[in-house]
T-cell receptor, first 113, second 115 residues
Framework: GNSVTQMEGPVTLSEEAFLTINCTYT??????LFWYVQYPGEGLQLLLK?????DKGSNKGFEATYRKETTSFHLEKGSVQVSDSAVYFC????????????FGKGTLLTVNP | EAGVAQSPRYKIIEKRQSVAFWCNPI?????LYWYQQILGQGPKLLIQ????????DSQLPKDRFSAERLKGVDSTLKIQPAKLEDSAVYLC?????????????FGPGTRLTVT
C-alpha cells in the first residue's frame, strides 16, 4: 500500500532561516499529496496540498512541489518565524477510495528568536 | 464555523479500567475518523464512519475498542479494558466525504494516560 517516509527531527532553526523538511512517498499511481501541521496543544490542520505531478502547493509562505521523478514532496519556507514552531506531517491517501490518509511520523520544528 | 469538538481533553486511568471519548464533527461533514497518535508518531487511523455506517475498522483492536456514531453526527470511542500501551492522544477528524474528502479537519484530541 501507499506509504510516506519523512525526515527525522527535531529541527531547530533561528528566525528567518531557510527550512526544508524532506518527504518521499511510495504509491500506486499519482495520488494527491498533503502537508499537515500540528501546533502545540492543537489538532492537525491542512497546510497545503498538491493534486498532480509538478503541482506546487503553497500556504502561509510554505511551499511543496509534487515531483514524481524523485517521488518527493519536500516542504520549504524561505524565512521561518517563531510562530512556525510546530510538528509537520507529510500525508497521502492510503489507496483505493474512501478518503483514508496515511501520515509520516512527523517532524518537530522549533524556531528560536 | 465551529470546529471539531472533543472531550475530555485529558484523562488519566488505571489499567483495566474503561474510558470513553466524545467527538462532535463539523456540521454537515459526512465522514468521521478516529485516530490514535502515540508520542513521536503520526496519527494511525482506527475507524472511519460515513454518516452512521462503518467504512473501515480494520485497525481497531476490537477486543477492547469500540466506536459508534449514532444518528450520523456525534461519535464515541470506548476502551474497555485499557492497557498501558493505549496511552496516546486520540484524535477525531471529519471531512465532507466528497472529492475534497482528503481535507480532514481535526479536533484538539484527548490525551489518555494509562497507569
Amino acid at each position: 500500500g501507499n506509504s510516506v517516509t519523512q525526515m527525522e527531527g527535531p529541527v531547530t532553526l533561528s528566525e528567518e532561516a531557510f527550512l526544508t523538511i524532506n518527504c518521499t512517498y511510495t504509491a500506486t499511481g499519482y495520488p494527491s499529496l498533503f502537508w499537515y501541521v500540528q501546533y502545540p496543544g492543537e489538532g492537525l490542520q491542512l497546510l497545503l496540498k498538491a493534486t498532480k505531478a509538478d503541482d506546487k502547493g503553497s500556504n502561509k509562505g510554505f511551499e511543496a512541489t509534487y515531483r514524481k521523478e524523485t517521488t518527493s514532496f519536500h516542504l520549504e519556507k524561505g524565512s521561518v518565524q517563531v510562530s512556525d514552531s510546530a510538528v509537520y506531517f507529510c500525508a497521502l491517501p492510503l489507496g483505493g477510495s474512501n478518503y483514508k490518509l496515511t501520515f509520516g511520523k512527523g517532524t518537530l520544528l522549533t524556531v528560536n528568536p | 464555523e465551529a470546529g471539531v469538538a472533543q472531550s475530555p481533553r485529558y484523562k488519566i486511568i488505571e489499567k483495566r479500567q474503561s474510558v470513553a471519548f466524545w467527538c462532535n464533527p463539523i456540521s454537515g461533514h459526512a465522514t468521521l475518523y478516529w485516530y490514535q497518535q502515540i508520542l513521536g508518531q503520526g496519527p494511525k487511523l482506527l475507524i472511519q464512519f460515513q454518516n452512521n455506517g462503518v467504512v473501515d475498522d480494520s485497525q481497531l483492536p476490537k477486543d477492547r475498542f469500540s466506536a459508534e456514531r449514532l444518528k450520523g453526527v456525534d461519535s464515541t470511542l470506548k476502551i474497555q479494558p485499557a492497557k498501558l500501551e493505549d496511552s496516546a492522544v486520540y484524535l477525531c477528524a471529519s471531512s465532507l466525504g466528497t472529492v475534497s474528502g482528503y481535507e480532514q479537519y481535526f479536533g484538539p484530541g484527548t490525551r489518555l494516560t494509562v497507569t
